[in-house]
């Protein structure tokens, strides 16, 4: 089946600095990408869509400066999130949308990478 | 987006047969229920998917009524590895972009 990697898995850093998620599909291209935070005991809230070679579509109250997309190829999204606070320590997932697939399932989610903000 | 509504949570012991049901009033035509299983720490996992009827596949069963305004996740036989939260979902399946809304989700706790 499609398989979506994170790297990394989990992620400490200090305040301030910035720090690169990737998110890769690894046997299938992917035209649509989706990123989402989840928080403790809390549902996941999507915080983007990225369509490969075009701008991301960020979900109302998420800043687009600080959380940054790339979608260069059809197979990695990255999402780098600048000048990193406390309050962005979260769970981030991604998920692949692959175009033209048979399968009916919608999503493809990667596991996830926690990241920890000191 | 349609929305969804599920129980915050749910206790069964192992060796039942677990119903998980969503509410979704205004789907539309073109949209599917998808249930997902997300373990802690982990990226949601697809579990089944549906348009009307019933479907079943090797984990699971989704009881869909006419009207398409709930849906039932039916898991049988649960052991304490089925222990997650468990996600329904409602968005249209086909183009290549569609995003989705998740709700709170069903907290599924397995008793031994």
């Known amino acids: 089946g499609a398989v979506v990697s994170q790297h990394p898995s989990w992620v400490i850093c200090k305040s301030g600095t910035s720090v690169k998620i990737e998110c890769r599909s690894l046997?299938?291209?992917?035209?649509?990408m989706f990123w989402y935070r989840q928080f403790p005991k809390q549902s996941l809230m999507l915080m983007a869509t990225s369509n490969e070679g075009s701008k991301a579509t960020y979900e109302q109250g998420v800043e687009k400066d600080k959380f940054l997309i790339n979608h260069a190829s059809l197979t990695l999204s990255t999402l780098t999130v600048t000048s990193a606070h406390p309050e962005d320590s979260s769970f981030y997932i991604c998920?692949?949308?692959?175009?033209?697939?048979?399968?009916?399932?919608?999503?493809?989610f990667g596991p996830g990478t926690r990241l920890l903000v000191l | 987006l349609a929305k969804t509504t599920q129980p915050i949570s749910m206790d069964s012991y192992e060796g039942q047969e677990v119903n998980i049901t969503c509410s979704h009033n205004n789907i539309a035509t073109n949209d599917y229920i998808t249930w997902y299983q997300q373990f802690p720490s982990q990226g949601p996992r697809f579990i089944i998917q549906g348009y009307k009827t019933k479907v079943t596949n090797e984990v699971a069963s989704l009881f869909i009524p006419a009207d398409r305004k709930s849906s039932t996740l039916s898991l049988p036989r649960v052991s304490l590895s089925d222990t997650a939260v468990y996600y329904c979902?409602?968005?249209?399946?086909?183009?290549?972009?569609?995003?989705?809304?998740f709700g709170t989700g069903t907290k599924l706790q397995v008793i031994p």
């Open positions: 979902l409602v968005g249209p399946n086909s183009g290549g972009y569609q995003k989705v809304t």
């Open positions: 998920s692949a949308r692959a175009a033209g697939l048979a399968e009916k399932e919608t999503q493809y």
């Open positions: 046997d299938f291209q992917a035209t649509t």
